[in-house]
């Protein structure tokens, strides 16, 4: 898949109503308010932390691949 995801059905993906296998990212490690990414967005982060990005599937044990992200970040 892509960083756009697929249209893999998958009842224990983080976000439901985004593609499975899409790029997400979520802020601080306390947190389960996740962002959709895609292939490209732009946001303003709501509080402050590390930003993780992971997939948007339930299971991850059985992926392989990566992506090239970039990150910009403006104050």
């Given at each position: 898949?892509?960083?756009a995801?697929?249209?893999?059905?998958?009842?224990?993906?983080?976000?439901?109503?985004?593609?499975?296998?899409?790029?997400?990212?979520?802020?601080?490690?306390?947190?389960?308010?996740?962002?959709?990414?895609?292939?490209?967005?732009?946001?303003v982060?709501?509080?402050?932390?590390?930003?993780?990005?992971?997939?948007?599937?339930?299971?991850?044990?059985?992926?392989?691949?990566?992506?090239?992200?970039?990150?910009?970040?403006?104050?």
């Amino acid at each position: 898949a892509s960083p756009a995801g697929n249209s893999s059905a998958d009842p224990l993906k983080l976000i439901a109503d985004k593609p499975t296998g899409a790029l997400i990212a979520v802020i601080g490690d306390d947190n389960s308010e996740y962002i959709f990414i895609g292939t490209g967005v732009e946001f303003v982060a709501e509080r402050d932390g590390i930003l993780y990005l992971g997939i948007n599937e339930g299971e991850v044990a059985d992926n392989a691949g990566a992506f090239i992200v970039r990150v910009v970040v403006t104050r």
